[in-house]
Nanobody, 124 residues
Framework: QVQLEESGGGLVQPGGSLRLSCTAS????????MAWFRRALGKGSEFVAA????????DYSDSVKGRFTISGDNAKNTVYLQMNSLKPEDTAVYYC?????????????????WGQGTQVTVSS
């Protein structure tokens, strides 16, 4: 199986930036979709961004469009989430997820592999 591990979370002031990393280990796949979800305290999981490992296509939620950038390095089995202009409402646990096939929609049930999450806190 594949294990995903996130890193890069922390405390940052509003307007600041963070770069999250997600590295896969245990097994590699030539083509699948990687994504970031987040879950704020007391709320459900929210889709953030996704990237197709095969085509390089990226998708973003409206709430982060223009501020966040997802990218990947297939050779390193790593996906990144560059977060700029952070807002307090971005505070959440961020999870890396992988799908063995391209999902029709970015629902949590469509993803087979999940990391343990990394905390991002945006506060003054």
């Amino acid at each position: 199986q594949v294990q995903l591990e996130e890193s890069g979370g922390g405390l940052v002031q509003p307007g600041g930036s963070l770069r999250l990393s997600c590295t896969a280990s245990g097994r590699s796949f030539s083509q699948y979709t990687m994504a970031w979800f987040r879950r704020a305290l007391g709320k459900g999981s929210e889709f953030v961004a996704a990237i197709s490992r095969g085509s390089g296509r990226t998708d973003y939620s409206d709430s982060v469009k223009g501020r966040f950038t997802i990218s990947g390095d297939n050779a390193k089995n790593t996906v990144y989430l560059q977060m700029n202009s952070l807002k307090p409402e971005d505070t959440a646990v961020y999870y890396c997820a992988g799908a063995s096939v391209s999902p029709a929609q970015y629902r949590t049930a469509a993803f087979n592999y999940w990391g343990q999450g990394t905390q991002v806190t945006v506060s003054s």
